[in-house]
């Protein structure tokens, strides 16, 4: 049987996988070589009044594969059916290194369609529905039941040697204690915590909140038991003079980070075979690593500049063993905050909108340059960021850009695309860039999705503020924050906020507004040249990582955000190389 449909492994990790079956078998001394024979005739036997007693021989079974060449895959596409639409698949997803035959041998199976159990009412009809009932028919049931056999035996061993075998037991195993956030938590004890010693509680009640866009959290919800996401709740309680308070509140509870990694793994798997395979080979390097921990680690700072910055965060449970990793924060409403949850709807932000972000964003950029010991040292920080990883990352990218030049090429075009690639191939040379310019902490989500603005009055700054403008921002999710070049947060918030028809020069006064900030903040000079160098890179990156896997999640949930950032980032960079500022990656990409 030739494999003409994708089952989630290349060819080779696949005949890899049946010779270390083939090399255990013969240790152990087992008559036949397969995965789980025996499961299909006990399941087939019980279902359609075989004797069940007989399993054991009938299970005895041999599976075959061999490598075949492109020529004999190519003959043997000539030879079968199959939709037009259809793919011969190989692990690249082209027909260029040939494919695997496997067959399987059954010897000893037996079977009838006539007499005893046969008879029975549920397994005559059975039998009935698969037209096996009767004299004449058992050749019939045979073939089918070693279709099955042999069906269940490629898909099981590739998702054993994809590594998908053992993370679905892992995650959807039956005897899986429960962990994790649950509605037997949520009850008075719990809420007389988060109250603490503002007075004692009364009630509470659920409050409907608006969650934003998160993919991930939508897609865990449905995969896994326990409560992930925002929750709202409106808290009465009496101070302790006696007042009855109203206090809403908003719960947010955040999936493990392998989990995580396996919700976005199963996007990758919709998109395609070759994506698939490299996301599961990269998965925890791309940056959800310890994303449980460390938002929990960031909004619990002490540090007065940076939580001003921050929602206010009133209780919090961190436990590894019940896999919980929970805070209760202020619910932001329209009250007190503007530009809530704008990704999409970028109208309402002015100039002087974008400036206080800037501003701010250069301030808690600035916190940071020198406490980068201190932040290495903390064990909630991911380190995967590196040259090293990105060298390995990209095959992962040119997948991601594959499929999103596949799925949507109105606005991943030709052009945008052989840039893009230019940039993954010049990665070494893009690493160089990044190691000229000081690091900080960066959120590195930092957009309309994740960003609003206290109205003024309705927060104190706890410096010296020196502008005119007395709005501070508040910046929340900040699971993927990591230690790297400020321009990182600068490319994304401007890819964002900046429409695809604004001239770049508008955009580069937004860029010199930020250096001006920055400057006044750490109290150092930046050369304007080396500056827009290294942006020009953080540029491509959020290009070739961030944009790509949205583009990969957009497949999921309508992202109305995505062609709007994508083009205006693609028209910056594309605008920076017509200008000959590129030069960088076009050479890198040549040698």
Aim: net charge negative.
């Amino acid at each position: 049987m030739y494999i003409i449909y994708c089952v989630q492994i290349d060819s080779k990790t696949l005949l890899q996988a049946h010779q270390t079956l083939q090399e255990g078998a013969i240790r152990v001394g087992a008559l036949g070589s397969n995965v789980n024979v025996a499961n299909v005739m006990a399941s087939v036997f019980i279902a359609t009044g075989q004797d069940v007693a007989n399993t054991a021989e009938s299970a005895t079974a041999l599976l075959h594969m061999s490598a075949v060449s492109k020529e004999e895959l190519e003959e043997a596409q000539k030879k079968l059916f199959y939709h037009s639409d259809a793919k011969v698949y190989n692990g690249d997803t082209k027909v260029e290194e040939g494919g695997v035959y496997i067959s399987m041998q059954l010897p000893s199976v037996v079977a009838a369609t006539v007499g005893g159990g046969t008879m029975l009412a549920t397994q005559k009809e059975c039998l009935q529905i698969m037209g096996c009932h009767g004299k004449g028919t058992v050749r019939r049931l045979v073939e089918i039941i070693a279709a099955f056999a042999l069906a269940l035996d490629i898909s099981t061993l590739s998702s054993i040697a994809s590594g998908h075998f053992a993370s679905s037991h892992e995650r959807l195993g039956r005897n899986k204690p429960e962990s994790g956030l649950r509605e037997v938590h949520l009850n008075n004890e719990f809420f007389s915590k988060v109250v603490g010693s503002r007075g004692t509680l009364v009630d509470w009640t659920p409050m409907k909140v608006d969650a934003g866009t998160s993919i991930i959290s939508e897609l865990t919800k449905t995969e896994i038991s326990k409560k992930v996401g925002h929750f709202g709740y409106i808290i009465h309680y009496t101070t302790n003079s006696g007042e009855v308070m109203e206090w809403p509140v908003v719960i947010k509870s955040k999936p493990l980070d392998s989990e995580t990694a396996t919700m976005i793994n199963k996007m990758a798997q919709a998109c395609g075979l070759e994506l698939a395979v490299q996301y599961e080979r990269h998965k925890m390097e791309t940056g959800f690593r310890l994303c449980h921990t460390r938002e929990l680690a960031i909004v619990q700072m002490e540090d007065p500049e940076l939580k001003q910055f921050l929602p206010e965060v009133y209780y919090s449970v961190s436990s590894i063993s019940k896999d919980m990793f929970v805070y209760v924060m202020e619910y932001l409403s329209d009250e007190n905050f503007t530009h809530l949850n704008t990704a999409d709807d970028i109208s309402g932000w002015t100039t002087a909108d974008v400036k206080v972000v800037l501003r701010d964003m250069a301030r808690f950029h600035a916190l940071f340059m020198d406490k980068l010991e201190w932040l290495r040292e903390q064990p909630w920080m991911d380190h995967s960021h590196c040259r090293e990883v990105a060298m390995k990352l990209r095959p992962l990218w040119k997948a991601m850009l594959a499929n999103a030049a596949r799925e949507f090429p109105e606005y991943w075009t030709s052009q945008v695309v052989e840039l893009t690639t230019q940039a993954i191939d010049s990665s070494n040379e893009m690493w160089r860039i990044f190691d000229s310019f000081p690091k900080t902490l960066i959120h590195n989500d930092c957009n309309p999705r994740n960003i609003c603005i206290h109205k003024a009055g309705s927060v104190q700054h706890v410096s010296d503020q020196t502008d005119d403008d007395p709005r501070l921002i508040c910046i929340y999710d900040w699971e993927l924050a990591r230690i790297d070049v400020p321009q990182h947060d600068l490319a994304e918030f401007l890819a964002f906020i900046v429409y695809p028809e604004t001239s770049i020069y508008k955009r580069l006064e937004l860029i010199e507004y930020y250096i001006v900030m920055l400057e006044k903040y750490t109290k150092q000079k930046y050369n304007r040249r080396n500056f827009l160098k290294v942006l020009d890179a953080a540029t491509l990156d959020f290009q070739l990582n961030r944009l790509n896997m949205y583009t990969m999640a957009h497949t999921f949930k309508d992202y109305r955000f995505l062609e709007r950032v994508v083009r205006s980032n693609s028209a910056y960079l594309l605008q920076r190389k017509s200008d000959g500022h590129l030069k960088f990656i076009t050479m890198a990409a040549k040698l």
